[in-house]
């Protein structure tokens, strides 16, 4: 029994941390939303800190973590609000490493260790909401037809993981990002996605179905639990701290009972979260039975659901106007927890698929 | 990060849960998973088993019958008698009395208690709350007057306690009182004094609470005289000694065993609503909340080791979520009852809603464990 990050984790931790808190700090950022929605400069800072090689194996040029191993930097960048598509690429790295041919992941992998290639997974579609099974693009041949929806990262991928249907059930496919038409936008939190066109497209099959797509969203959610906990920790902190310094009725607000409970009902809420976080991600990583993984990994965003809500609620109510103001960054924590909540599933999703587990 | 526990531990969880599963009796803990009225008698004998196996007070010094195990040891311990079905170990003596009179009692005060208490030879009962004096426990007014002459030096008690928790059976109570009401300070003046219940002027009265169990009482003191001796750590310093026992290491505070087996009961007891989406989302939200709170009294544990500090406002943290899941989980059971059924665990079930409502109240209520997070971890 040991919570703690091993020495490599906090490292790694640490120096996101320090290249965030200047380089990424909430004026940048603004710059980089307002821009192109992502930065040239720090996809390529966090390539040199090894960020991109992460999730590959040491065989392509990475270092083969796991979802322990990302924590660290999730919460880093759940923190900081980071709007480069880095879980995308993530997740579709794993989908190639697993299902790829050596010739696919020889192609790929090396390059996106580099920084040089970046990779999105669209998945989603219009009223599936959060089912994985349902999906209608259609693979005939090995051409892709159909429309895949909220793909994030997809304006500035190189290459896209696509699921799609054929006679065969659901299958894997890489396609090209210049092969298909992708109407980009900002998520609710300003994270570039786009709605993905595919007209027979183009596309190679990659190994893996509907259990490896699975298995992909479990660890996604892994992620996003530990980055919903470094949201929601920078929303305590900053709300904390704003109940010291705000004064009315000449004295700070903090010294009212009625908002130290509910302070404090929002810390008992982090810690809970972050317990979910780190049950989530151990389970991503060394749970064999894709049961047991996916009744934790459910367990834990149902919690990391409420307590996103929670938190970010009270944060905003607990800042009085201010909260509201999109000059204060703790507006955009509260953007950022509104769409983790619901991102790979939101309570009522992970209920019931907990129930049918 | 590795979140399981290691194989020793695992082994030593193996060890505990075989021995209790050979030696706790099978009709106490019938009683225990039925919510049946356990007597005196009965904790009793449970305490003696424990004593007798070397267990009853795990976190005392090896030398008064300690065990020696480190923290992860007492936790997994302390859980295993709660999912076993164990019957509750009261804590007045063992966790409370006995941990004083270790950290501020006299030799002759530890050699006279501290057996006794181990072994069950004595059942004590605590005096801090006064009907004046709830969760403002420093206004408290029973005095203590120290007198000289007529059999030495000795203390003459009036006043009363209220809430006092199987004072009925009791033979010594602790009481926290007023030795000088002069202070400038309300937490100076207080004291930390044992009386022996048979001493003339002590009455108890029953108080029933809505469960109609008697549980609690209140406790009169009238011209009660007491030795000197009996005194514990200095005069008008009692409030020193009661503030060492919040802070003392009770890592059980959250009860996860107990509530894992209510769970595990709950989902037995209520197969039949499993079908119901609502009843079922309300069962899933719990335990997550159980898993949750779980890990997070683990990775307070696991800091507990490493750094050797002792838990602090941790501790309220895990009273407010345990005992809000405690009532959580026994408000679903009264719902999986049948509401036409009137036999006796139908009953039983009835009674525990009620009976539950106490646990976000007493042991400082769960306004008080905010009160003291938001002043020594949040600084508010």
Known sequence: MNFDYNEEQQLLADSVRRYLAKGYDFEARRKIVAGEGWSADAWSQLAQMGLMGLPVGADHGGFGGGAVDLMGVMEAFGDALVVEPYAPLVLAARLIERGGSATQKNALLPAVVEGRVKLALAHGEKGARY??????????????????????????????????????????????????????????????????????????????????????????????????????????????????????????????????????????????????????????????????????????????????????????????????????????????????????????????????? | MDLNYSAEELAFRDEARAWLGANLPAELREKTERYAHLSKDELLRWHRILAKKGWVAPAWPREWGGTGWNVVQRYIFEEELGYAGAPPLMPFGLAMCGPVLLQFGTDAQKKRFLPRIYNGDDFWCQGYSEPGSGSDLASLKTSARRMNGGGGEHYVVNGQKIWTTLAHYADWIFCLVRTDSGTSKRQEGISFLLMDMKTPGITVRPLILMDGAHEVNEVFFDDVKVPAENLVYEEGKGWTVAKYLLGYERMNTGRIGESKRQLAYLKRYGAHLMQDQRWRDRLSRIEVELIALEITNLRFLDRMRRTGQPPGADVSMLKIRGTEIQQGLSELMLEAADPAASDALSMAIRKRYLSMRKTTIYAGSNEIQRNIIAKSTLGL
């Open chain 1, 131 to 357: 089912a994985l099974d349902a999906v209608r693009v259609r693979a005939a041949g090995n051409k892709l037809t159909g429309e895949k929806s909220a793909v994030l990262g997809a304006p500035v991928a190189d290459r896209l993981v696509v699921s799609a249907r054929s006679d065969a059930g659901i299958g894997l496919y890489l396609v090209e990002r210049a092969a298909v038409e992708v109407r980009p936008y900002r998520t609710l939190d300003e994270r570039l996605a786009g709605d993905v066109l595919l007209r027979d497209a183009p596309a190679e099959p990659i190994g893996g179905g509907l259990a490896a797509l699975e298995e992909a969203m479990d660890f996604g959610t892994a992620l996003v639990c530990a980055e919903a906990v470094g949201a929601m920790q920078f929303a305590c902190d900053t709300t904390l701290e704003y109940l010291k310094t705000r004064k009315q009725f000449g004295v700070p607000i903090g010294t009212f009972q009625a908002l130290q409970h509910r302070m404090v009902d929002m810390a008992i809420s982090l810690e809970q979260a972050r317990s979910m976080a780190c049950l989530a991600a151990s389970k991503a990583d060394a749970e064999r039975d894709a049961r047991e993984r996916a009744r934790a990994i459910s367990a834990a965003k149902i919690k990391i659901a409420d307590a996103a809500r929670h938190v970010s609620q009270e944060a905003v109510q607990l800042h009085g106007g201010m909260g509201m103001s999109e000059e204060l960054k703790v507006s955009h924590t509260f953007r950022r927890l509104t769409v983790l909540a619901r991102e790979h599933g939101d309570a009522d999703h992970h209920l019931a698929r907990l129930a049918a587990l």
